[in-house]
């Protein structure tokens, strides 16, 4: 089981920053993607970044050369830098994890509890 505590979701007007950021704890044996998603109301939840064990990192369009996932190991934490908000960007964020278990193999999802983020003037 891996447990999550997230911060730094808040209020922002257009244009400007935050950074989310969500500490892991927990058995992370097996850990090998982190990463955050968002659901705005009335949508599904979707993928914004993630971040391989192996250092790759993936983004959704929408935010590509505006958000930034990173890690810090040793803190056991993964943080999103989003710049140039968007009121579209409005949405509660969810870190997630991936762990991996074999015998057999498969992957499990681990949650956070949510930040919501809004992006208004």
């Known amino acids: 089981q891996v447990q999550h505590v997230e911060s730094g979701g808040g209020l922002v007007q257009p244009g400007g920053s935050l950074t989310l950021s969500c500490a892991a704890s927990?058995?992370?044996?097996?850990?090998?993607?982190r990463g955050w998603y968002r659901q705005a109301p009335g949508k599904q939840r979707e993928l914004v970044a993630t971040?391989?064990?192996?250092?790759?990192?993936t983004y959704a369009d929408s935010v590509k050369g505006r958000f930034t996932i990173s890690r810090d190991y040793a803190k056991n934490t993964h943080d999103l830098r989003m710049n140039n908000l968007r009121p579209e960007d409005t949405a509660v964020y969810y870190c997630?994890?991936?762990?991996?278990?074999?015998?057999?193999?498969?992957?499990?999802?681990?949650w956070g509890q949510g930040t919501q983020v809004t992006v208004a003037s």
């Open positions: 997630n994890a991936v762990v991996r278990t074999i015998g057999p193999l498969q992957d499990h999802d681990y």
């Open positions: 927990g058995n992370m044996l097996g850990l090998y993607i």
């Open positions: 971040i391989h064990s192996s250092g790759t990192t």
